[in-house]
């Protein structure tokens, strides 16, 4: 047993001619991303403290959807959620609708930490903040260049709501895939566990580029996007609609918890069996300190590292 922690910043079609400069500052930021979380492991923070760090990190990083890189609903507004899990305790908080608040994610461990509720949205959550002082911004702070240009280019490719590309087929259950190009950058999660086998996870996201306003995807859903127990600590990412029907990290928990797999072989089975092709990717680990990162699109941006010294970096 001993220390580990995975990161992810979205999974999804990921044109394998992604240029040098979108790839460079992701894979820089993956790298930060990572030394920052091993970095606490080390200094024996707790692993819930150390998703929090990691995903704020994330979050305040352009390049991935979450926080400050959050893409645009139709109406050209941000809309970002979070949520936060222990895996002893199962204490939990997410938040959804959330338009001035820089770190998301420290807003769902209040919610967990100072309300008697697991999951506030919109304009409670946004009071909530306030009433907790954590650092607000004016929305504008969010509507970036890119995220302007990544909403037009959705909205002239499909007029109808989320650019997704068309149904695919096979055996796995009928289900559009994830967005495709440029209007796929990631939501950031992250999954932690210390030398005693504490674990914690962590997601954030800004959801997907021209969705309804109201649209909540699976992020902060417990069980669908997040979830942590005594065993293993889960954050997925990819088509939210999918991940919910699958009920895709508490899936991973149970295969487990009643079926006594492996880490590896509970999340190989969910993204291979559970959710259809092109759909979704996780990041996990185990209490007893093993690390999976599997996914069934083209890539997912992604990095971990076990305590025995494996690390790892990835994209596709
Ligand atoms: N799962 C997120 C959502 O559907 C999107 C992503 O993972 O990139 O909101």
Not at 121 to 150: K, L, M, S
Not at 156 to 180: C, F, M, W
Not at 290 to 298: A, D, G, L, S
Request: aromatic share 4%.
């Amino acid at each position: 047993m001993g220390w580990a922690i995975a990161l992810q910043g979205g999974a999804g079609d990921i044109p394998l001619s992604l240029p040098p400069d979108r790839k460079q500052p992701r894979e820089a930021a993956l790298r930060h991303c990572l030394q920052i979380g091993v970095s606490a492991l080390k200094a024996n923070k707790p692993p819930l403290d150390v998703v929090e760090l990691v995903v704020r990190e994330l979050e305040n990083n352009q390049n991935f959807n979450a926080g400050r890189g959050s893409v645009l609903t139709s109406n050209g507004t941000v809309e970002m959620e979070a949520c936060i899990m222990d895996g002893n305790t199962k204490k939990c908080g997410a938040v959804s609708g959330l338009s001035t608040v820089v770190n998301p994610i420290s807003l769902a461990r209040l919610v967990m930490e100072k309300t008697p509720h697991i999951y506030l949205a919109f304009d409670a959550a946004e009071a909530f903040a306030r009433e907790q002082g954590v650092e607000t911004v004016d929305a504008n702070h969010f509507i970036t260049p890119e995220n302007v240009e990544r909403l037009r280019q959705a909205k002239e490719a499909n007029r109808v709501q989320l650019d997704y590309t068309q149904p695919i087929t096979g055996t796995a259950p009928k289900e559009t895939s994830a967005p495709k190009g440029d209007s796929q950058i990631g939501t950031v999660g992250c999954v932690a566990v210390d030398n005693m086998g504490n674990l914690a996870t962590a997601t954030s996201t800004g959801g997907f580029v021209n969705k309804m306003v109201g649209r909540i995807g699976d992020t902060p859903i417990i069980g669908a996007g997040t979830y942590a127990n005594s065993l293993c600590a889960v954050s997925a990412t990819g088509k939210g609609e999918s991940i919910i029907k699958a009920t895709v990290a508490r899936d991973v928990a149970a295969l487990m918890e009643y079926k006594g797999l492996s880490l590896k072989e509970a999340a190989a089975y969910v993204i291979q069996h559970c959710v259809a092709k092109g759909n979704a990717g996780l990041v996990a680990v185990s209490a007893e300190g093993e690390v999976t990162m599997p996914f069934n699109t083209t890539g997912m941006f992604r990095a971990c590292a076990t305590e025995d010294g494996y690390s790892e970096i990835g994209i596709w």
